[in-house]
T-cell receptor, first 114, second 109 residues
């Protein structure tokens, strides 16, 4: 089975712009979670989607949003980018959204905001 | 609120020596505890979870509810164990993982 894929792998944006990141889960997986990884804050949960519905949300401002499509692919969007949004954004997929199953992580998208 | 603490940012151990990476957590309910590992230039991957009680690559971890700890141990370190290790907590029935800040383990040949 192919693993979780994320596109693009690298992205450079300037302050004030917006960005969309994409995540394709493992085939058959229906739950997708997003995490932000920075040297200062470590790995922080952004949100989780299952069956096109957001089930959990972390403590991030409304500039961070996401969605999931009927084929379970997910996108996250960050509007009005700030320097502090520079980070590695990881997506993880799992079979279902009830816990008790392993989350598989993608390679991440490295976002740099100038 | 849930919190995971890994007190050591860096840990260096000689090859063949025992390894212990510390993890403490706080959570009011019943959590699932995990150890994730990230080798150089590889993606984050699950090493072990407390529910399965397995030994993976010689590593074990026991959940101590009294001390709210989930320390990772290996009796004899190998060079290929050098990596970044993250302890994580998840409430039962939930996908949200809360990670510790990680410990970079370096095995000295």
């Amino acid at each position: 089975k192919a693993g979780v894929t994320q596109t693009p792998r690298y992205l450079i944006k300037t302050r004030g712009q917006q960005v969309t990141l994409s995540c394709s889960p493992i085939s058959g997986h229906r739950s997708v979670s997003w995490y932000q990884q920075t040297p200062g804050q470590g790995l922080q949960f952004l949100f989780e989607y299952f069956s096109e519905t957001q089930r959990n949300k972390g403590n991030f401002p409304g500039r961070f949003s996401g969605r999931q499509f009927s084929n379970s692919r997910s996108e996250m969007n960050v509007s009005t980018l700030e320097l502090g949004d520079s980070a590695l954004y990881l997506c993880a997929s799992s079979l279902r959204a009830s816990g008790n199953n392993e989350q598989f992580f993608g390679p991440g998208t490295r976002l740099t905001v100038l | 609120a849930q919190r995971v603490t890994q007190p050591e940012k860096l840990l260096s151990v000689f090859k063949g020596a025992p390894v212990e990476l510390k993890c403490n957590y706080s959570y009011s309910g019943s959590p699932e505890l995990f150890w994730y590992v990230q080798y150089s230039r590889q993606r984050l991957q699950l090493l072990l979870r407390h529910i399965s009680r397995e030994s993976i690559k010689g590593f074990t971890a026991d959940l101590n509810k009294g001390e709210t700890s989930f320390h990772l141990k290996k009796p004899f370190a190998q060079e290929e164990d050098s990596a970044m290790y993250y302890c994580a907590l998840r409430p039962f029935g939930n996908e949200k993982l809360t990670f510790g800040t990680g410990t970079r383990l370096t095995i000295i040949p």
